[in-house]
């Protein structure tokens, strides 16, 4: 008699290859759907089915999981119960401060937790040549830790010019990844489609920075995968899905991207990616393979995604597809339950965050009667408008405008105390008295703030520098809350429920010194000083124009 770990019975199984739930029994052992034995069998444990559906669980495409301000192992405490069972992941946040170390702690934290991380080695550290940066990562560098088990690829290339100009050391990244049979992510904010075949002609095969229709055809005609955004603040999915049909739908896959802890236990994680697919007209056995199947076949995953024999046994039970209630999850053959959470995070000690900001530095001398390059929010995207507007000078420097809402912002270098910074103007955060600072500032992770006065900005910088980075709010006279990130100024060290409350509490800060406004501020200022994403971006060295791939005054001339 063969004895096998757990059966599954009477259970509605998604075949993810004919896309129909079939009615069967699943055999599970040491961590793999098994061939139902020939002979008599024992099962150490079963699970009666009756009346519910079994999907495969549920991979997110493409995360950055320091975006959710917490640690690999908390983020799994939270989006295993959900049904995700894997995540792809670009650790370039972290290794924007820290290089290969950066890395290392994320794989090595990861470990502590039954979701599966897989890692993709950061293409783009930093992202543009002229960043300043806690790191540089060059090919030889990254070639050591394809030596790691959870190693499967090179993360998205946003180093467009690198990739024209056929740069030596971002065609060996590329090249490598490829050698060792791997894939490779793109990252094609704002290309078109005749720079996305530069893409594809040097291997790149995916990408997830799609915004809008158009945008999703270009990539589907030059053949890549396509993974569908729904993230804190880049709520793509709305305006994207209309792009998938019956003849397309295996080059999608979902992806959360960049965002917060609190976000996902609100609404969920790739659980609620589906459920907004099928809202939006996508069948549920459809949007399930998307979750799944087209997810493992895009990172070249050969045993996720299908509940199949020689698959691994990632699966997820609910009552209703169509409503994505995830009732229990089994995670390499093993019922998920709290003992499966014990875990903490590891301890990181290096303090990040180096600055010699003074107040006076905060000045922003302009001509009276000229206008300004402002950066415009989009809200719930990561693009900005650049606009052009008529500001206040008051003796011979910037005013903060608050009938129109036009305010300083300030980006500073924090990784070398370097001295240098870089002073804009933005338009969109309602701020009426007070000021906003972070070091979790895509994706050179520099200090970035935004206030209505120099002093309410300086002392904004001053309460994240003094507890090693996060994100503070002040009023115009004190401290309202601050969210300690001490692991390189990215993530918290603190329970992921503890994060949670952390991130409420500076939520209802910022309503304290604000007007209501519909998206979240502090992940949007984060992506204030990303130069790869269009329009114009601020960096410790100026104001960034995308479209012109240069830095511009901030006054026209």
């Given at each position: ?383 900005t408008d650049h606009l052009m507007l008529d500001v206040p000078v008051n003796n011979g420097n910037f005013k903060a405008d608050l009938d129109n809402d036009v305010l300083k ?131 410790d060295q100026g104001l960034y124009d995308f479209n012109q791939q240069q830095f511009i005054d901030v006054q026209s001339k």
């Amino acid at each position: 008699m063969q004895t096998i770990d757990l059966v599954i019975n009477n259970g509605k199984v998604l075949n993810v290859f004919s896309k129909k739930f079939e009615k069967e029994n699943l055999f599970i052992n040491q961590g793999k759907i098994i061939d139902e034995p020939k002979n008599n069998y024992k099962a150490i444990k079963s699970i009666d089915a009756k009346g519910q559906y079994l999907v495969p669980g549920f991979i997110d495409s493409h995360v950055h999981i320091e975006s959710s301000l917490v640690t690999p192992s908390e983020l799994g405490k939270v989006i295993v119960p959900m049904g995700v069972t894997s995540v792809v992941t670009d650790p370039h946040e972290i290794a924007n401060v820290e290089g290969t170390n950066g890395i290392k702690y994320m794989i090595k934290d990861a470990e502590q937790s039954p979701l599966d991380v897989f890692v993709m080695l950061p293409s783009s550290v930093p992202a543009t040549s002229f960043e300043h940066n806690g790191a540089t990562l060059d090919a030889k560098s990254l070639r050591p830790l394809y030596k790691e088990t959870s190693v499967i690829g090179l993360a998205e290339v946003m180093d467009y010019p690198a990739v024209h100009n056929r740069d030596k050391d971002m065609m060996t990244k590329i090249n490598d990844a490829i050698n060792n049979g791997y894939q490779v992510d793109g990252h094609g904010a704002g290309l078109s489609a005749e720079q996305l075949r530069e893409y594809k002609e040097v291997g790149i095969s995916t990408d997830h920075e799609s915004t809008n229709i158009n945008e999703m055809y270009d990539r589907l005609d030059v053949g890549m995968n396509i993974f569908l955004r729904e993230g804190t603040v880049e709520r793509d999915l709305q305006n994207t899905i209309q792009a998938v049909n019956k003849d397309n739908i295996d080059k999608f896959s979902f992806c959360t991207d960049d965002k917060f802890i609190n976000t996902i236990v609100k609404e969920g994680s790739i659980n609620f990616n589906i459920k907004l697919a099928i809202k939006y007209g996508i069948s549920p056995e459809d949007a399930y393979v998307m979750a799944s199947l087209n997810a493992a076949k895009a990172h070249k995953i050969k045993d996720l995604g299908a509940l199949s024999p020689g698959y691994k046994a990632d699966l997820v039970m609910v009552s209703n597809p169509a409503k994505v209630d995830v009732k229990q999850v089994i995670k390499n053959g093993q019922v998920m339950n709290e003992d499966n959470f014990k875990s903490t995070p590891i301890i990181f000690t290096k303090n990040t965050v180096h600055q010699s900001l003074k107040l006076e530095d905060l000045n922003l001398p302009l001509e009276e009667h000229k206008k300004c390059h402002v950066i415009g929010i989009q809200p719930n995207h990561i693009e900005t408008d650049h606009l052009m507007l008529d500001v206040p000078v008051n003796n011979g420097n910037f005013k903060a405008d608050l009938d129109n809402d036009v305010l300083k912002m300030v980006d500073v270098e924090r990784h070398h105390n370097l001295g240098t910074f870089g002073i804009g103007l933005v338009h969109g955060f309602n701020i009426k008295h007070g000021a906003v600072a972070t070091t979790v500032a895509h994706d050179s992770h520099n200090i970035v703030a935004v206030g209505t006065s120099d002093k309410a900005i300086y002392n904004a910088i001053q309460a994240i520098t003094k507890v090693g980075g996060g994100i503070a709010v002040v009023d115009d006279n004190k401290e309202l809350a601050v969210m300690p990130l001490p692991v390189a100024g990215l993530m918290s060290d603190k329970s992921w429920q503890a994060a949670s409350e952390d991130l409420n509490s500076i939520t209802d800060a910022f309503k304290q010194i604000s007007d209501d406004i519909d998206f979240n501020p502090f992940i949007t200022l984060s992506f204030l000083t990303l130069p790869v994403i269009p329009t114009i971006k601020l960096t410790d060295q100026g104001l960034y124009d995308f479209n012109q791939q240069q830095f511009i005054d901030v006054q026209s001339k």
